[in-house]
């Protein structure tokens, strides 16, 4: 039954009720479009060859008139199909939850309730740039079937919408569910105050030169010349041995290593293509993107791990990647298309990567955080910060045996590791979901045990191999008392509420090295005194060239 204006369904007033750009069904189904015209050339291949002979026979005005014919009666059931997708594609934004509805057939009403969002994005494909028109995506904790999507839109409300949601979820424009009309198109009672997105600082960017250095000196790449270079020897013996002409028969096993390498190489590039990184009282906001450009706003705590890599042949330049692992990352998003680069930063300096780390961690919990950051991503010796494995376990880890180890903080477990590719994995203790202690045969016999800290799924890996068994039992334990008393002490419900008022020590455009430049206060509550807070002058890295 149709309602009238003003009668509230779900919670939500009628009038809240707003369209999506009239293109939205053709930009969310021409590649069906396309696939299906494909089909249908294909399976009538001989048809289409045919074509001259029936001109020959009917005339060729005539075949014309029928193309054309034919192809005015697909745009009009694309065009009826559209139109009716269209009216039955709506959104809605309540002090409670984010809502889509759409749906000919059979219609589908889901919603998001504003405590569970996890992250609003902003996606431009490149069909909807050219228009001016991109997507939002409402991220919630439960997987890809929880999140949301809506769109297209224009660009202008597309963030304007996407600092509504932020502002409603950080619970500072309660009682307001009217959003402005000039805004959204929206026939609203009352002339509402527009939300518009808070003022940014910008922390780090990188630039397309040192991006393109850094895929260059990848693993990735590096392991593609070594198996290009192999079979280059290989043929060459064979030349010799048996001929070139079995020898050159080869040469079609390089295309799947050129495939497989280049796909990971363009992949990573055009995401993280004009990465950019900027701090606001809405969370953390991350562009980039080449043919799809995306904005990001991650809220301060919800980002549950960090990880800091450095490969080999990244240390002369003393560079540094980070990864973040964040609910709902990692898995497809509401549309079926994949998720996003989960990089917070995809190749910075010493001073980037822990200003990326200070934004998710503001307190180690450690008396020098530079000191303990050294040891934790550059530090190969034990410590009385971190244990290592025992010099039995050494046998099963000899490239590792003065890296590997773990250190529990007062707020957070930091987890060592790695030889080719330096690792070092930090996450909060109210972040860890459960803890695992497991021991295989040969780790029993030899007294060993690994523990695993269970996070969300994400590119963060929380385990420590190979510990002595007392040392295993003492980190577990002392893993699940301080996540017990931790985990109540941050409940995600209006995360805005507690943040202090956001203040900025510095200019807009800051020196990612001027630590102190830069300095949003986004915890809950004061810091201790021993809190990570950014020295005014970091020192330079042994290993800067």
Same mark, same amino acid.
């Given at each position: 039954m149709a309602q009238r204006k003003g009668v509230v369904e779900e919670g939500v007033p009628q009038h809240a009720w707003q369209r999506v750009h009239p293109l939205t069904p053709v930009f969310n189904g021409w590649q069906v479009i396309a696939v299906l015209i494909a089909v249908v050339l294909f399976q009538n291949i001989e048809f289409v060859g045919d074509l001259g002979k029936l001109a020959d026979s009917f005339g060729f005005g005539l075949i014309l008139l029928v193309a054309i014919g034919a192809l005015l009666l697909i745009l009009l059931v694309v065009g009826v199909y559209s139109y009716m997708s269209w009216r039955a594609m709506t959104y809605a934004v309540t002090d409670q939850a984010v809502w889509l509805r759409r749906g000919i057939l059979f219609r589908q009403q889901r919603h998001v309730r504003l405590e569970r969002i996890q992250a609003v994005d902003v996606s431009h494909p490149l069909l909807g740039r050219i228009?001016?028109?991109?997507?939002?995506?409402?991220?919630?904790?439960?997987?890809?079937?929880?999140?949301l999507t809506i769109g297209f839109l224009r660009s202008d409300d597309l963030f304007g919408l996407r600092a509504d949601i932020l502002a409603r979820a950080a619970g500072i424009t309660e009682g307001n569910s009217d959003i402005d009309s000039?805004?959204?198109?929206?026939?609203?009672?009352?002339?509402?105050?527009?939300?518009?997105?808070?003022?940014?600082?910008?922390?780090?960017?990188?630039?397309?030169?040192?991006?393109?250095?850094?895929?260059?000196?990848?693993?990735?790449?590096?392991?593609?010349?070594?198996?290009?270079?192999?079979?280059?020897?290989?043929?060459?013996?064979?030349?010799?041995? +048996?001929?070139? &002409?079995?020898?050159?028969?080869?040469?079609? *096993?390089? %295309? !799947?290593?050129?495939?497989? /390498?280049?796909?990971? #190489?363009?992949?990573?590039?055009?995401?993280?293509?004009?990465?950019?990184?900027?701090?606001?009282?809405d969370g953390i906001r991350v562009r980039r993107g080449l043919l799809e450009q995306r904005a990001e706003t991650i809220p301060p705590r919800r980002i549950h791990a960090v990880e800091i890599h450095q490969p080999l042949l990244w240390r002369r330049?003393?560079?540094?990647?980070?990864?973040?692992?964040?609910?709902?990352?990692?898995?497809?998003?509401?549309?079926?298309g994949s998720t996003d680069s989960q990089a917070l930063l995809p190749v910075g300096t010493r001073e980037e990567a822990m200003l990326a780390l200070w934004l998710v961690l503001p307190?180690?919990?450690?008396?020098?955080?530079?000191?303990?950051?050294?040891? +934790?991503?550059? &530090?190969?010796?034990?410590?009385?910060?971190? *244990?290592? %494995? !025992?010099?039995?376990?050494? /046998?099963?880890?000899? #490239?590792?045996?003065?890296?590997?180890?773990?250190?529990?903080?007062?707020?957070?477990?930091?987890?060592?590791?790695?030889?080719?590719?330096?690792?070092?994995?930090?996450?909060?203790?109210?972040?860890?979901?459960?803890?695992?202690?497991?021991?295989?045969?040969?780790?029993?016999?030899?007294?060993?045990?690994?523990?695993?800290?269970?996070?969300?799924?994400?590119?963060?890996?929380?385990?420590?191999?190979?510990?002595?068994?007392?040392?295993?039992?003492?980190?577990s334990d002392e893993l699940?008392?301080?996540?017990?008393?931790?985990?109540?002490?941050?409940?995600?419900?209006?995360?805005?509420?507690?943040?202090?008022?956001?203040?900025?020590?510095?200019?807009?455009?800051?020196?990612?090295a001027d630590l102190t430049a830069a300095a949003p206060v986004v915890n809950p509550a004061p810091l201790p005194e021993d809190s990570f807070k950014p020295p005014e002058q970091l020192p330079q890295s042994e290993e800067t060239q």
């Open positions: 228009f001016g028109l991109g997507r939002l995506r409402v991220d919630a904790a439960g997987g890809a079937n929880s999140s000039e805004t959204y198109g929206a026939a609203t009672q009352e002339p509402v105050k527009r939300v518009v997105e808070a003022d940014e600082n910008l922390l780090y960017s990188v630039n397309t030169r040192t991006l393109v250095t850094s895929l260059a000196l990848s693993m990735s790449f590096m392991l593609g010349l070594l198996a290009l270079a192999a079979s280059l020897v290989a043929i060459v013996i064979v030349g010799f041995a +048996a001929g070139w &002409g079995i020898a050159l028969s080869f040469f079609p *096993t390089w %295309i !799947p290593i050129v495939l497989v /390498v280049g796909s990971l #190489l363009w992949s990573r590039f055009s995401k993280e293509f004009n990465f950019q990184a900027a701090v606001s009282p330049r003393d560079w540094y990647r980070v990864l973040i692992t964040q609910a709902t990352r990692g898995t497809q998003d509401s549309s079926g307190d180690l919990g450690v008396d020098d955080p530079v000191e303990f950051f050294d040891e +934790a991503v550059r &530090g190969r010796r034990r410590t009385k910060q971190f *244990t290592g %494995i !025992p010099h039995n376990a050494r /046998v099963l880890d000899p #490239l590792v045996k003065n890296r590997r180890g773990v250190a529990l903080t007062r707020t957070c477990m930091v987890v060592r590791d790695g030889w080719v590719v330096r690792t070092a994995a930090f996450a909060p203790y109210e972040r860890i979901q459960s803890v695992l202690v497991a021991e295989g045969p040969i780790a029993k016999a030899m007294d060993l045990a690994s523990v695993t800290a269970c996070l969300v799924p994400g590119p963060v890996n929380l385990t420590i191999s190979h510990l002595s068994g007392g040392d295993s039992i003492a980190v699940v008392k301080m996540s017990r008393q931790l985990r109540g002490s941050e409940p995600p419900e209006r995360w805005f509420r507690r943040v202090n008022e956001p203040t900025f020590n510095g200019e807009v455009n800051v020196d990612p």
